[in-house]
Each structure stands twice: as C-alpha cells, then as structure tokens.
C-alpha cells in the first residue's frame, strides 16, 4: 500500500503543534499571539475547519523557521537551515502569491 502523502494544511497543522511543543505552549491562543496571526483564524485551522493561507504559511515559515519546501510540498527537512535559502523560498513564495492572485 503507498504511503499516504501529507497535505499542507496537515503539515501546517504538524507545525504548529511541533512549535507549541518545542516552545512549552500549552494553549492555540498564545502560540496565536507568538506567531502574530488571529486567534480564531488559527484555531479553525488547527481544528481543520479552514485551511491556512499563503500569507499564513509564509508567516509561520518566518517566524518558525519552518521550510516552505516541506511545509507546502513534502519536500526536504521540515526546518531551513540556510537563511540565503529562506529568503530565495520566500521570493518565489510571493511571486506564485502573485501569478495567482491571492490577497
């Protein structure tokens, strides 16, 4: 049977409750606040309601340190390590925001 392969709202969901964990947040309304995004917004994805947006993703990749590559395409280690790569990931994450037209 092939490995099921994680969607990226499972994956954003997986690191959020690794940031919580490796931060000692007991609680989706302070890892809100750390993380600078909504509350509500937040827990509606952590309870798989909604989805998490480009712009959220890119934050919790910001603020985390998490790779966009594994967060939003299964690929590679779930932290970056090279800032140089970071940076390019962001960019090409803002130009498909752009080439889609999201926000």
Not at 6 to 23: C, P, S, W
Not at 26 to 47: C, D, E, P, T
Not at 49 to 61: D, W
Request: with cysteine; hydrophobic share 40%.
């Amino acid at each position: 049977m092939p490995k099921k392969v994680r969607t990226y709202q499972e994956n954003f969901i997986a690191a959020v409750k690794y940031y919580m964990a490796e931060n000692n947040i007991s609680h989706i309304k302070v890892a809100s606040r750390k993380l600078n995004v909504g509350y509500m917004a937040l827990y509606k994805i952590m309870n798989g309601t909604n989805g998490p947006s480009v712009e959220m993703c890119i934050l919790l990749c910001k603020k985390a340190g998490f790779s966009a590559n594994w967060l939003l395409l299964n690929k590679g280690e779930i932290y970056i390590n090279d800032e140089e790569s970071l940076s390019k990931i962001f960019t090409e994450l803002k130009d498909l925001k752009h080439k889609l037209k999201i926000g």
